[in-house]
């Protein structure tokens, strides 16, 4: 069995031994371990294709998503988890949508901060057995403010989409505005809760929203966050 990234290519590990499964001879497991870095920025997402090997065979092999984060350090935000999908999801891939989505979240301030660096990651499951993956090239404000339970920040940027079906990674584009809202809470009892809102190339399509409701207007609520959580050491 290979352990193979679905859009680089990358071979991460190859020719793991597959061990059937007592009593259920038409299935196996294969166990390895990899090392896997959490990106420039402190958090990465990866989408990593099963390939069966030697005497197996898949014609559709698996794609699964792995979301790797180190501590957020001064001035930073990192994250990463997944959220349900919501009979609320709307947009072009948010009713297409067929499961939890899954982020990532690296995002750092030099000491001065004045220069905005980092990279978000979303992979939404769709219907059709693909990989909506969205992801930050170029993050352009984030305001961040505290209450008595925690933080509150808001990120925008621009971002590009591509879809990941059967390994085979396909462009849909650039250029998208991109939003998200995030709130850290600092009660480990309370989960975070998370928003996103991403609309096409220089136009008004909404591509993907995890919570569209009408609350005195249109908007991406936030909602808490399945698995994972963020951390805001931004702003004191």
Sequence with gaps: MDFVDAESGVVYARNVPVSPVAGQPSSGTAV?????????YGSELYNIKVVPTLNYA????SVEIVTVTKPAAANEITGGGTIAKLST???TYGVTSSGDASFSIG???NKSMTNLQGKISIAIPQSDGSI????TNNLTSMSVTGFAGGKYATVYGKASIVRVKDGIVTSLGGNLSFRMD???NNN????DEIGFTIFGNNSSDLLYSNNWVNEGGWMTKKQAMKTGGSSTLIGG
């Design 89 to 91: 999801a709307a947009g």
């Design 132 to 135: 909506i993956v969205i992801k």
């Design 107 to 109: 995002i750092s301030y």
């Design 32 to 40: 390895t371990v990899v090392t896997l870095s959490s990106g420039q």
């Design 182 to 184: 995030v709130t850290d």
């Design 58 to 61: 898949d014609a559709s092999p």
């Design 188 to 191: 480990a009892t309370v989960q």
